[in-house]
C-alpha cells in the first residue's frame, strides 16, 4: 500500500477531541487519483442549532468513490457542486446531542448527508436525505452502509432493476466492494442465481467465495475476456457493473438471450481522463439484451421496506456485512483514497466516535 | 443525387429476359459507401428442383442497410458471411412456377432468403426463413417489406422492446426509412405516442409529418441536440433508434426518468471505419433508464400474428406503406446505395417482375 503512505502522513498529526468541530474541505480539485493536496484540515466551533434545527454529533461516516467527483465540482449523484474550501460531502451516522426541531430528539441516531466533519447542525431537510435509524438489534455502525444508502443501491440495483431470475448465470463486478459484497450475496442467497464474482487479487477472490459467489475472476492476473469464455460458456444473464470500462466490453461480447446489464458504478472509469469510449453498445441488439441504469435515490421511497428486508437477511444469516473500518476522522482522506486502489474490502467507513452509549 | 449517377450507368446495359437467371455477386468487400466495382453482374442458366426443391421465380427484391455488412463477408444479422463471387443475400418475394416439395405448390407467394438473382431453387429450409404470403386482399409487394421482416422489426422494436405508454413523448430517427415509416405510424396512430421525427432534408421532413410525426428535426440542416431539448423541454420517454452515432449521444443527453430506448439500427455507422465510440453511456443511470436491443429473428415465432395486426392496421388506415420502388432487377445496386446517401423514402424495394399474375 505505497501509495497510502502520503496519506498516513496526512493524518498523523491530527489531533481530534470533542471541544470543536474538525472538518475536511476540498483544498482543490482533485486530477487523477485524490492526493493529500486535495484535502484541507479545518477546525471550527461546535455550531449552535438554531429553532427547528438539531446538532448531530458524528459516530461513522461511510466511504464512495463518487465522493472524487463532488470534490471535482461538477456536482454528482444529486449533492451540490463543491468548490475549494467546502466541506467535503459524505453521508454517516449521527447522534442527535440538541434538537430544537419538534420531530427529532436528543439521543435519536439518524443517517444521512453529514459532511466530512465531527459535528453538523442540521434543519432535517429533504435536501440531507435523513432517515432515523431503526434498532433491529443490530449495531448502529450498519446503518452507515448495509443499512444506509449502500444496501438499498444493492437492493435497487439487482432486483429492481436487474429481475434476477433463480438459476440465472450472473458476473458481478467490483464483487468485494461496498456495494458488490451485499449484491453478491443477495443474488446467491435470495435470487439464487449462480454468481460468477469479478475482484483484484488473490485476497479478494478468496472473500467473494465466501460471499456467495461459485467462481471468481481475479482482473489484476486473469485475462477478464478469456475466463468469462470458460466460465459462462452459454453467455451471460445478468451482469451486475459496479466498474465499467474494458470489463462492460468484455460482458457485452458473451450475452445470453434476453441479457440484463445493471449499470451501478464505473469506478475504473472516475479517475481517467475521460470517459470509456464504448464501442460495441449495439452487441444488446443480437440476443434482445438491456443495459439499464439505476440512482438510488430514486428509489428512496422504498427505504423502510428494503431496510426490513435487508435487516431480516443479516439476523437470519443470508447477509453478513463487510465492513472495511478505519479508525479515527483524521485517517477519512486514506479511507477514501483505498477505493481508487483496490485496497478496501466491503463497505468502507470510519468510525468518528464508534457505537453510541445508548440508543433511543 | 449525383453519387447515384455511376450507379445509373451500371444499370444502363443490362438486359434481361425470363430466359435465364440473371444474379448480382459481391466482387469486392465494400470500404465505405458501396461503389459500383463492388458488384458483379452474372448470368446462369435457370437451376432444376431436384426432389424435395421448388424453383422461385423473383417478383421483388427488398433493400436493407445490413447488406453492405454482408457483402463486407463478416457475416451480419443471422445471415452467412459472403466471399467475392458469392450472390449477395436479399430477401424477397417470389412464385413458385415449379414445385418437387410436398409442402408448397406451383403458384404459391412466397417470402424469404431469395438472393439477389432473378431465379432461385429453393429446398424452402429454415435457414432460408421462407413464409407463405397469405393474400390479405393486399398487393404482394407489401409482403416483401411492409407485411414481410421489415414490419416485423417495427412491431418487435415499437411493442415488445420499447414497451410504449400512450402519451410517451418519443423521438424517432430514421423517420422516413423503412422501419421507421412504420414506426412512425404504429407509435402514434396505436400507441398513442407523441413522435419527434428525425429525417434528413426537408422534403423527408415534410413526408415524416404525414406519417404521425407531430414534429421533425431535420439532421442536415437543424442542431439535433438543441432541437431536441426545445421539443421535449421535459425529457424524452422513449427512442427508437434507427441510426445510432451521435444522435444516439444526444438523445441520452435529455432522458425522462424511466426512459426506453430502442436499439434497431445504426445505420450511421454502417459505413465508418470503426464503431461510434459511445462516451455517454452511464446517462442511463440517473433516470433508471434503459437501452435494449432486439433482433428481428428472434421473434419469428409471432409472425402470423403480427402479419394479421399490421394487415389490418393497413385496412383500417392507420399504417399507410410508404414504398420507394426502383423498377428492373439491373437497378438494384443502386436501390441499395440509396439507403447510405439518405436518397430513399420509406421501405426501398425492387420491383423484378412485378405482381403475379395469380395468387394462389
Known sequence: MNALASFEALAADKLIDDDANYQWRVARAP???????????????????????????????????????????????????????????????????????????????????????????????????????????LPAMLSCKTLGMTGLSAHAGLFACGEPRAGDKMVLSGAAGGVGSIVSQLAANVAGCDVLGIAGGAKKCSIIRDLGCSAAIDYQADDVAAELATLRPDGIDLYFDNVGGNILSAVLERL?????????????????????????????????????????????????AVMDELASYIHDGRLRPVQDIEQGFERMPLALAKLYTGGNIGTQLCSVRGEPGEWR
Not at 453529514?114 to 433491529?136: D, H, L
Not at 481517467?272 to 428512496?300: C, E, I, K, W
Open 256 to 304: 445470453a438471450m434476453r441479457a440484463r446489464i445493471t449499470l451501478c458504478g464505473s469506478i475504473s472509469e472516475y479517475a481517467a481522463d475521460a470517459p470509456y469510449a464504448l464501442t460495441n453498445y449495439t452487441r444488446l441488439r443480437r440476443t434482445d439484451s438491456r443495459m439499464q441504469g439505476f440512482f438510488v435515490y430514486n428509489h428512496l421511497d422504498r427505504w423502510d
Open 31 to 137: 486530477t487523477g487519483l485524490p492526493k493529500p493536496e486535495d484535502f484541507r484540515w479545518g477546525v471550527t466551533d461546535i455550531p449552535e442549532p438554531a429553532p427547528g434545527e438539531v446538532l448531530l454529533k458524528t459516530l461513522y461516516l461511510g466511504l464512495a468513490p463518487v465522493m472524487r467527483m463532488y470534490m471535482q465540482g461538477g456536482g454528482a449523484a444529486g449533492e451540490a457542486a463543491l468548490h475549494p474550501g467546502d466541506v467535503i460531502h459524505g453521508r454517516g451516522v449521527a447522534q442527535i446531542i440538541k434538537s430544537r426541531h419538534a420531530d427529532w430528539h436528543e439521543g435519536d441516531i439518524v443517517q444521512g448527508q453529514i459532511g466530512w466533519q465531527t459535528y453538523k447542525v442540521s434543519a432535517m431537510t429533504p435536501a440531507e436525505k435523513m432517515f432515523r435509524c431503526r434498532n433491529f438489534g
